[in-house]
């Protein structure tokens, strides 16, 4: 038969020897490998039992921030949403009425506030762009769902606890950075 191409290796075919034949030597070859790998250390863990520690730049589900006193942050400039190459977020401007003050922190805030994590990209360049740290990208992974409205995250599933109503929660969505309470220092 002629070759299309000289790339052609001929296969050697050499005769099987008795050993070969036999087929049990190459058995118990594997089961040694096998048997073998059961006394090594194993390499995975037993997830969601147990998690491996974040690496400390880990960028996770975003958070709406509140300040020390339960305040939302965000004053709906939408400049995070001007940042976002994924055009991710959405949100709707409201203003602050008197008597407001104890739930927003600037005479701005934003009624509607949605993030969708099925374009997110986790790229954080919203929490770069926000001058409020208001938003942040935090240690918690966004759960799995069955339905695409479930990945569209709204205030509801983005605020981060009450500080002074839930001091745990809120400690525990800051993560390690609750030792920087005024996030990466970029508020004005
Ligand atoms: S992390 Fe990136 S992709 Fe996700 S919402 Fe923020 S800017 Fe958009
Ligand atoms: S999260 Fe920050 S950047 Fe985005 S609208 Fe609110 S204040 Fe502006």
């Known amino acids: 038969m002629q070759a299309l191409t000289n790339r052609i290796k001929p296969v050697s075919r050499k005769p099987m020897s008795i050993w070969e ?3 049990l030597p190459a058995i118990f070859k594997g089961m040694t490998i096998t048997f073998s ?3 090594k250390k ?3 863990i037993r997830y969601p039992e147990k998690t491996r520690p974040f690496s400390p730049v880990f960028r996770g589900l975003q958070i709406l921030n509140r300040d020390e006193e339960g305040r939302e942050n965000c004053t709906a400039c939408g400049l995070c949403a001007v940042a976002c190459p994924a055009e991710a977020i959405t949100m709707e401007a409201a203003e ?3 008597g407001e003050e104890h739930l927003y922190r600037e005479e701005k805030y934003a009624a509607k ?13 919203c929490e770069e762009a926000c001058p409020k740290d ?9 759960p799995a769902n069955y339905q695409r409205k479930g990945f569209i995250y709204g205030k509801e599933n983005l605020l981060i606890p009450h500080p002074k109503e839930d001091p745990e929660g809120f400690a525990k969505a800051r993560g390690s950075r609750a030792a920087h309470p005024e996030g990466h220092g970029n508020e004005h």
């Open 21 to 23: 034949r036999m087929y």
């Open 37 to 39: 790998h059961m006394f």
């Open 42 to 44: 194993v390499p995975t």
């Open 96 to 98: 602050r009425k008197p």
């Open 113 to 125: 506030y949605e993030i969708n994590m099925l374009r997110c990209i986790f790229c954080g360049l």
């Open 134 to 142: 208001a938003v942040y990208l935090s240690e918690t992974f966004a």
